[in-house]
Nanobody, 121 residues
């Protein structure tokens, strides 16, 4: 199986920055896309940013120009640099990886436990 461990969440004032990190470990044959979702209280989980193994990225409109996603394929890690944070960014942020554990297995989405990001006014 694949385990994802996130770090880097916390409390920051509006206009500040945070960097989230997520490391995948376990039995990993290949990782396709990696990315971040978030879920605010009372709202559905939404896509924040994704990145392919080749480095192509996609962002939610609400974070374009403020957030940057990157990954290190050799270390199976994905980072999310978040700048110009606003209270609307307050949420639990979840890392995911679309991975296969062997050459014969299907790609499956694995999720981290989530890390809280709180932006104060």
């Amino acid at each position: 199986q694949v385990q994802l461990v996130e770090s880097g969440g916390g409390l920051v004032q509006a206009g500040g920055s945070l960097r989230l990190s997520c490391a995948a470990s376990g039995t990993i044959f290949s990782i396709n896309t990696m990315g971040w979702y978030r879920q605010a209280p009372g709202k559905q989980r939404e896509l924040v940013a994704v990145i392919t193994a080749g480095g192509s990225t996609n962002y939610a409109d609400s974070v374009k120009g403020r957030f940057t996603i990157s990954r290190d394929n050799a270390k199976n890690t994905v980072l999310l640099q978040m700048n110009s944070l606003s209270p609307d960014d307050t949420a639990v942020y979840y890392c995911y990886a679309n991975a296969a554990i062997s050459s014969l297995s299907r790609f499956t989405n694995y999720w981290g436990q989530g890390t809280q990001v709180t932006v104060s006014p």
